[in-house]
């Protein structure tokens, strides 16, 4: 899966490095000099974000409070060459996932960014019969338009469950808004297409886990 990475890191040649490496896995990564700019991006959601704590401006605390706030499973990696030990700490309260100490070799970022992406990204739908389907973590029930998570059920709304079932069965595919309106809501449907962004942001918050790709300025796209 081609995951998009957002690197945060004001050493340039190291930043160029990690860049490298990350890239030579396949994924897509955008990487900053510096907070403000990567400030700018936080409404984005990539699948993972990488920050450095010590910045010239904003500080990686900072920003993982914000990117935190705007969706909270956001993945996130602390690296930073100051006391160790507070800094992971101060981390894990904030919400980061994973935690690097400089000076370290990038192929262990490589290595511990492939095991938290397949950790929260664990997905391919499985049909066990017509209308049940295994989706990563999630089975998926059109009979009793249940989903649930390690045997507990997660509560969706009717239309929630519909956008869901919409995208399962035209994974990969991008629409627009517009298409999605018609497909779920109906042809008759008259109001503003933002439902569409209102219904997917609470889709994700109630299955993380779920990867809906944002494709700005068009659509969404269940990805594989």
Not at 50 to 77: A, C, R, S, W
Request: glycine fraction near 6%.
């Amino acid at each position: 899966m081609n995951y998009s990475i957002y690197l945060v890191e004001d050493e340039e040649n190291l930043n160029s490095i990690l860049t490298s490496y990350l890239q030579n896995e396949g994924w897509s990564v955008t990487s900053f000099l510096n907070g403000k700019e990567a400030q700018k991006e936080i409404h984005n959601e990539p699948h993972l974000w990488i920050l450095d704590i010590m910045l010239p401006d904003i500080d990686g605390y900072q920003l993982i409070k914000e990117i935190k706030g705007g969706n909270e499973l956001t993945p996130v990696i602390f690296i930073s060459a100051r006391d160790a030990d507070l800094d992971k700490i101060i981390g894990l309260e904030l919400g980061s996932d994973d935690y690097l100490a400089k000076p370290f070799l990038p192929r262990e970022l490589i290595i511990r960014t492939k095991k938290l992406l397949e950790r929260v990204y664990k997905e391919s739908p499985t049909k066990l019969n017509e209308n049940k389907t295994v989706l990563g973590s999630y089975k998926i029930d059109e009979n009793t338009r249940e989903v649930s998570l390690n045997g507990e059920v997660i509560e969706l709304t009717s239309k929630e469950f519909d956008l869901l079932v919409f995208f399962i069965n035209y994974r990969s595919q991008a629409f627009s808004r517009d298409q999605i309106l018609e497909r779920v809501w109906g042809e008759d449907y008259f109001g503003n297409d933002r439902v569409v962004d209102d219904l997917l942001r609470r889709l994700r918050k109630k299955l993380p886990l779920l990867n809906i790709e944002t494709i700005y300025g068009y659509g969404y796209r269940l990805a594989r």
